[in-house]
């Protein structure tokens, strides 16, 4: 079993800036890639960052806020946002791979996933 906590969600203001972070435990053997994704009302999980081993990926909708980290050895990775605007309102999710997904923003290769933390930005 393996277990995926995230936390830092809340409220924020258009402008503000909010940090993610997300924890992995039980029988992970060795999370080799760690994502995060988020899902609005009405529209489809979209893809938002993830470390595929150690290679940052992000999504062009967030690039230049967003920024992706983690640490290998304490199985955690966090999400940086600045800059925030209202339409990054949603549940985020983090997600853990046990391989290698390819390409890194595929949902269905990741095999275990958090509850989601709600994000909502107001303007």
């Known amino acids: 079993q393996v277990a995926v906590v995230e936390s830092g969600g809340g409220l924020a203001q258009a402008g503000d800036s909010l940090s993610l972070s997300c924890a992995a435990s039980?029988?992970?053997?060795?999370?080799?890639?760690m994502a995060w994704f988020r899902q609005a009302p009405g529209k489809e999980r979209e893809f938002i960052a993830a470390?595929?081993?150690?290679?940052?990926y992000r999504a062009d909708s967030v690039k230049g806020r967003f920024s992706i980290s983690r640490d290998i050895g304490k199985n955690t990775v966090a999400l940086q946002m600045n800059s925030l605007k209202a339409e990054d309102t949603a549940v985020y999710y983090c997600?853990?791979?046990?391989?290698?997904?390819?390409?890194?923003?595929?949902?269905?290769?990741?095999?275990?996933w958090g509850q989601g933390t709600q994000v909502t930005v107001s303007s």
């Open positions: 997600a853990v791979s046990l391989g290698y997904p390819n390409p890194p923003g595929d949902p269905s290769q990741y095999d275990y």
């Open positions: 039980g029988h992970t053997f060795k999370s080799l890639s």
């Open positions: 470390m595929r081993g150690s290679l940052p």
